[in-house]
């Protein structure tokens, strides 16, 4: 089975702090994404990665950079939090292809203060 | 631009009964795929089931099943005989290029 890891479920920071968000895949998974979940919202794409060192903006990337130096590893970098930012974060990964399914973490509900 | 619509934030169903949950999105494009996605409560995301545009035969996964209309732009979800364990976020989403989805369905499920 597909795993995808999150380095926490929660996490509480103050407004300016710089945050990380990691994610793990295991499947030698090519694409990488972060969603920011909100109530009557759904999930909005923050950035997604089809490659090592390749990023793309999504539809919000305001805020946010990431980095993708391994294949199994994506992160989320919030340069300076603000609390606008407070929302649930969800990591996916899925094979190249348009058709191929997301697999999705377990999420990082993210308090900023 | 495409968009995913999922016009009941709220629903709930008796146990062992059946319910639809509805889904419409807007495009111009001819291929592409539809998903509906589950999030149980404190739990992770899992694809539900799966339809590709070109296929006219809904997709079925056991107790799950779509109604795909692809003219009316519809893809309804329906669970027979509920379970409790069907109680989630329901998220419709629609892929081509990228993933969009739908601002979800809460599904509650009354024993």
């Known amino acids: 089975d597909v795993k995808v890891t999150q380095s926490s479920r929660y996490l509480v920071k103050r407004t300016g702090e710089k945050v990380f968000l990691e994610c793990v895949q295991d499947?030698?998974?090519?694409?990488m994404f972060w969603y920011r979940q909100d109530p009557g919202l759904g999930l909005r794409l923050i950035y997604f990665?089809?490659?090592?060192?390749?990023?793309e903006k999504g539809d919000i990337p305001e805020g946010y950079s990431v980095s993708r130096e391994k294949k199994e590893r994506f992160s989320l970098i919030l340069e300076s939090a603000s609390t606008n930012q407070t929302s649930m974060y969800l990591c996916a990964s899925s094979l190249a292809g348009m058709t191929d399914t997301q697999y999705f973490g377990p999420g990082t509900r993210l308090t900023v203060l | 631009a495409q968009t995913v619509t999922q016009s009941q934030p709220e629903m709930s169903v008796q146990e062992a009964e059946t319910v639809t949950l509805s889904c419409t999105y807007d495009?111009?494009?001819?291929?592409?795929?539809l998903f509906w996605y589950k999030q149980p409560p404190s739990r992770q995301m899992i694809l539900v089931i799966r339809?590709?545009?070109?296929?006219?035969q809904n997709a079925t996964e056991n107790r799950f099943s779509v109604n795909f209309q692809k003219a009316a732009k519809s893809f309804s979800l329906k669970i027979s005989d509920s379970q409790l364990g069907d109680a989630a976020m329901y998220f419709c989403?629609?892929?081509?290029?990228?993933?969009?989805f739908g601002p979800g369905t809460s599904l509650s499920v009354i024993p």
């Open positions: 990665s089809y490659d090592v060192k390749m990023k």
């Open positions: 495009t111009s494009e001819s291929d592409y795929y």
């Open positions: 989403a629609y892929k081509r290029d990228k993933v969009i």
């Open positions: 499947m030698d998974h090519e694409n």
């Open positions: 339809q590709e545009a070109y296929k006219q």
